[in-house]
């Protein structure tokens, strides 16, 4: 049951991350309304037959028809402009941010519902209109009044959608916000992935025992999600013990090894098949259940921001900015190499020096030139040292070494203006500069 929910949430997952299930959910919606509302008014109008009263729209059937089609062609123009839009910041986030960063536009629910609520109008338009019947036909006049007036106030809606949607645009293209969204994001992933009260045991060596039987991969993807519960259950009942191989975000080939059984087991009485639904895979990766994913999409754009071609410091030091918080957050939660459950189920996860080195590493070598990048990691790593729990700070002093060291690629005039700032600006604010250990005067 736990591995069908896991399958489930991957599932709602992408469903999200793709731009067609928002709007095919409001147009399908709509088309109901619209039928309903059809019928609603032939009940009133005397099941179609002219009799009764009508409500709403009043106009004939001439009016109603003119007024449909003008709302249905608008809409649908309007929709193509919001989807050419739409394109062209794709088109500009994957160039000058990051590929990686495009799940996050798509997952955007203003552009979603906005491109649902014109495509919705327009189908709602055409369906009553279809319905409307003048003096030239067969049938007595019907004009469905409550009907033509929901189109009339579809329209005001989508107007509605269409201003918010334009300053969402406006806004979302900004670099500073695509870094706020995605380190938003990753923050819940920290709060889901690494809670601070977990009590896990943190163990440095993998179980001790033979490897009987090896678990592989019937096709190739990215981990989204290990269900190390339901994993726990099977290991239990066939009194296994389990050794999950890929973290979280690897990608694992056709016939990759997934889990390595060790103990005493008989390998042809072990379901692979029941081992390897335990595990929800993907074409990429996602931030649902992967923190390091986010901070590698930040790490993307403070790259591509450093680039010779664009040369943008100050975009690199606003990811940092956001790095800095990450780092900050998970240097008091326990960040065992192996996740362990039921004492019979290992997972490998990210530690504190994995997140350390994804977190440094390229920034500190495609950095190594700017200033303003040193003065911000310098400041980053000041302030890691002085918050992060004893055993944690060995390797951010290690890193404070890396960085102080590739100053070798600065001119020896721009040495002295290697202050550690938080903003990158180049001085001491308040008298909390700090020059690297290497520069400073005995």
């Known amino acids: 049951m736990r591995s069908r929910i896991v399958k489930l949430r991957s599932t709602w997952s992408r469903l999200l991350s793709g731009y067609w299930f928002v709007p095919t959910v409001i147009v399908v919606v709509a088309a109901g309304l619209a039928l309903v509302l059809i019928q609603l008014d032939g009940w009133i109008d005397g099941n179609g037959t002219g009799e009764g009263d009508t409500l709403g729209f009043t106009g004939g059937p001439d009016s109603a028809r003119a007024l449909l089609a003008a709302i249905a062609s608008s809409t649908l123009t309007l929709t193509a402009l919001v989807f050419s839009v739409t394109v062209v910041v794709l088109q500009l986030a994957s160039g000058q941010f990051s590929p990686r960063v495009l799940r996050t536009f798509l997952r955007d629910r203003v552009n979603q519902a906005t491109l649902g609520v014109f495509l919705a109008t327009y189908v709602y338009s055409l369906l009553v209109l279809r319905e409307i019947r003048g003096p030239d036909g067969p049938v007595d006049n019907f004009v469905p009044g409550l009907a033509v007036t929901g189109a009339f106030v579809l329209v005001l809606v989508a107007i509605g959608f269409f201003v918010q949607y334009i300053h969402n645009i406006a806004t979302s293209i900004r670099v500073i916000q695509v870094i706020d969204k995605i ?79 060790r103990g005493i087991a008989d390998p042809d009485e072990i379901d692979d098949h029941a081992i390897e639904r335990c595990f929800a895979f993907g074409k990429e990766r996602a931030l649902d259940h992967d923190p390091a994913f986010g901070v590698r999409q930040l790490i993307d754009i403070a790259e591509r921001a450093l680039s010779p071609g664009i040369n ?78 004893a055993h944690r700070v060995l390797v951010l002093e290690e890193q404070r070494r890396l ?40």
């Open 183 to 261: 380190s938003s994001e990753t923050v819940g992933s920290i709060e889901r992935v690494h809670a601070v009260d977990a009590e896990e045991p943190e163990r440095s060596e993998l179980p001790v025992g033979p490897v009987v039987h090896v678990v592989r991969a019937s096709g190739r993807g990215v981990v989204l999600n290990v269900d190390d519960a339901h994993l726990g259950r099977i290991a239990t009942s066939d009194e296994l013990e389990l050794v999950v191989v890929p973290r979280v975000g690897d990608f694992v080939r056709s016939d990759g090894p997934l889990v390595e059984v």
């Open 312 to 389: 943008d410091p100050t975009t690199a030091t606003q990811c940092l900015d956001h790095v800095h918080d990450l780092l900050h957050r998970l240097c008091r939660r326990p960040l065992p190499a192996w996740r362990v459950t039921d004492a019979r189920v290992t997972v490998p996860q990210y530690t504190w020096e994995a997140y350390v080195s994804l977190a440094l590493d390229e920034p500190r070598n495609w950095g190594a030139s700017s200033i303003q990048v040193h003065r911000r990691m310098g400041a980053m790593l000041d302030d890691l040292i002085a918050e992060a729990p």
């Open 403 to 442: 960085l102080d060291a590739r100053r070798s690629d600065l001119a020896p005039a721009e040495h002295a203006a290697l202050l550690h700032d938080g903003a990158g600006a180049g001085g001491p604010v308040g008298g909390r500069g700090r020059r690297p250990a290497s520069l400073r005067r005995p």
